[in-house]
Every structure is written in C-alpha cells, then in structure tokens.
C-alpha cells in the first residue's frame, strides 16, 4: 500500500528551504516519490498535510535506553532513531524487535558497556591494563555494537594502547575524553565523539584542535544544568513538565539515584559554572558543523523523547544556531556520524521513510518541533488516535515494564 502526504510544506533538510504545498509519497517503508501534484491513485492512502510541516524524524544522539516505555516517550514526540551509549544484548534485542515492528520505539544503534579505571558507574566495566584494554574492544566488536564507550578514569597506558588497537579492528571509540591524556593527543588517535560540554577541554586552543582534527561533539546541555538544578538549587523532580508519564517503578529509580548524586556532589563540593561549559561548546561551534543533539536520558530529571526539544532550544538560545542548524543536528549529522547518512536523516527518494509531521514551523520557532501531528517510522503511521491512545498508556503510573539493567 501507498501513503500520500499531500500537500505539505516540506523541510527536507537538504537545504534550509521550505518546499510549500509538495507531495511525498511513501511503499514498504521507504520514500518513493517527492513532488509537487502527485496524481492520486486507487492503491494510495492520502493523508492531508495542508499547513503542517513535513521533516526527517528526529534522532536523538545521547540516550541511555534502561526501560521499554522509553520508546513511547520517543515516538511521542518524534524521535524516529536513538544512539544509545552503553548497551547489553537486550538492547540488540529491542533493536530487532523495534525493527520488525514488535515494539514500540525508535530505531536503536548502540555503543557497548561503558568502560573506565575504576568502578565510577555501578555497572561500568575495568580498563587498567593493555590486555583489559584489548578485551573491552573485543567485547564491543564481538557483542555487534557500534563504538566502544569510555570513561575519563583509564590509565594512560591502557587509553593509548586501547585507542590504537581499537584503529586496528576498525571501531570507533566514544565517550568522555581522559583525565590523564591530553585531549589533541586522544583526537590524533583518532577518538570519534566527545559527550557533553562538560567534557571538552578548558582551553580554547585545545577545543579548535579538537574540532579541526574532525572530531563528533554531542553537548547534552540539558543534562549538565542539572547538577546546579537539583544538588544546589533544590529543584524537585516531581516538578518537571510530563513527569506524569513516568511509571511509579521509575519515579522511585529516579528518587533514589538522585538522593545518592545530590549526596556525592555536595560532599565533593562541585558547583560548575554552567556559563564556561555553554562557551567551550560555543568554541567547538566555532570552528565545526560535527555536533550533534543528545539528551542523556533517562538520567533523573531528562525525559525520553520531551527532552530533545528542550535541548533544540538551548542549542538555539544558548548556543547560537540557527534553527535549521539545529534541526540538522538532530536529523542530518547522527545520521552521518552513525553512518547511515544513505537511509535517515533527510527527505529523499529511496531513504528510509522515517518523518515528522508538525502543525508549526520548526524554522520560525525551535520550540515548535513539539507541536507533533503525525510520526512515521517506515510502514508504521502512528497518527493522532495511536499517539493518544500511547500517551493513555503512558500515564498508567502503575503499568509494568521492563527494565534493561536491573
């Protein structure tokens, strides 16, 4: 069966121009046709999109995929694709399931278990020698993840030689930089992404060096102000906008896990100076277009899927991008940086018919990619009925759910 989008204002994403009044029309979960005046056929299902917004779906580039609601929180709000960074063989999967339409929820692509010196994480794995280095890249390949995720605590030695023997078996290495090695060292080992502002390194030049050497950058601004939020401003969780979506089992995960991070920062008196983080992103920025938006949930107080449009509007207000260049940091640059630039990421005949739908213009106000109408993940229409009958689901706080890590 054919499905017509008819007469909509398309923002391929191809360039920053609106194509108003096209056509897109979509078989077997791909884009096939995109023009202005598509004769309507008897095998067609026309959906009118007359003043509504037609984009790429939305990925977001930072998550961490603990429980199986995520996914309708994702799709909710029009989150087609996911890269989660720390992934386990449920995560593969879900990602099988999700792909043959067993499950509700984006697209997974996943890192494997996180990696660092010391036990920093309650489930991070030990990296403090060459041959533990070699075992967490033979891991991560063998286990069918994408990249392989470290920490800043790794010994030098082991980060080196981990660094060069990932560049031997052909995997990317992502994560939180180091505490022992220099950052232009790591860069010209080839590390591929850096997580959150946070992580970039003090000095200017350090940062140029960084982005000129091609490095990917995935700020996750949303996240970092939740430390002043919560441990020194006692914001309160229960709080947040569309908490009521969040199930009782994970509004006590949260709770607890928040008391145990409120608890350690204050004890180590960490307040970071949420104005120098937004200016290292800004100098990435400066000199790179290889940034990508991630949200970081579900870290207490972030939201699957909400958040990502919370984290569009401070890379537009805080970051000074355009709204076009946000919208390709959460469509365009995941897709490349994830090597699937063919498929996702734009509106073009052949990809993946992975689209938003939107009532207002995502150009003139960042803040309207939440104004959903219609999300399609290739042969899946989740239309208005499905994403109120979702959002019902969501706030049976007493619903069971699986959680991924326990």
């Known amino acids: 069966m054919k499905v017509l989008l008819a007469n909509g204002n398309l923002l391929t994403m191809t360039d920053g121009w609106i194509r108003y009044r096209w056509d897109l029309v979509m078989e077997q979960g791909k884009i096939t046709e995109i023009d202005k005046d598509i004769p309507v056929s008897e095998d067609m299902t026309v959906i009118d999109c007359t003043g509504k917004y037609i984009m790429p779906g939305l990925m977001d580039a930072h998550v961490h995929f603990d429980s199986e609601d995520m996914g309708e929180m994702f799709i909710l709000n029009g989150v087609t ?38 036990q920093t994480w309650e489930r991070n794995k030990l990296v403090t020698s060459k041959e533990e280095a070699e075992l967490a890249v033979e891991e991560t390949a063998a286990g069918g993840f994408l990249w392989v995720k470290t920490y800043s605590s790794i010994p030098g030695e082991a980060y080196i030689h981990l660094m060069k023997y990932a560049g031997r078996r052909g995997i990317k290495v992502c994560g939180h930089m180091s505490y022992e090695i220099d950052a232009k060292v790591l860069a010209d080992l080839g590390y591929y992404a850096v997580e959150h502002s946070s ?67 204050k004890e180590k008196g960490i307040k970071p100076d949420i104005g120098i983080i937004i200016e290292r992103g800004k100098e990435f920025l400066s000199y790179s277009d290889r940034v990508m938006v991630g949200t970081d949930c579900m870290y207490p107080g972030i939201l699957a899927g909400f958040s990502i449009h919370d984290e569009l509007e401070r890379m537009v207000k805080l970051y000074g991008c355009t709204s076009y260049e946000a919208l390709r940091m959460a469509t365009v640059n995941p897709a490349l940086h994830m090597g699937i630039e063919d498929k996702k990421g734009k509106l073009k005949t052949g990809m993946d018919a992975d689209i938003l739908v939107l009532h207002e213009n995502p150009l003139s106000d960042i803040g309207n990619t939440r104004s959903v109408y219609i999300v399609i993940q290739g042969e899946t229409v989740y239309d208005l009925k499905t994403m109120e009958a979702i959002r019902r689901h969501l706030e049976e706080t007493e619903r069971e759910i699986e959680i991924v890590f326990e």
């Not at 990602?95 to 660092?116: C, F, M």
């Not at 390194?201 to 960084?210: G, V």
């Not at 950058?217 to 908490?243: A, R, S």
């Open 199 to 265: 992580s970039l390194p003090s000095h200017k030049a350090d940062i140029r060096y960084l982005a000129e050497a091609g490095m990917w950058f995935c700020p996750t601004q949303v996240v970092c102000e939740t430390l002043p939020d919560y441990v020194w401003d006692g914001k309160q969780l229960k709080d947040i906008k569309n908490y009521r979506y969040l199930s009782s089992v994970i509004r006590r995960r949260w709770e607890k896990k928040n008391e145990s991070i409120i608890e350690g920062y």
């Open 81 to 118: 694709t996911v890269r989660n960074m720390e992934g386990c063989k449920r995560h593969l999967r879900l990602s099988r399931e999700i792909k043959q339409r067993k499950r509700t929820g984006p697209y997974l692509y996943s890192a494997g278990p996180l990696y660092d010196g010391k």
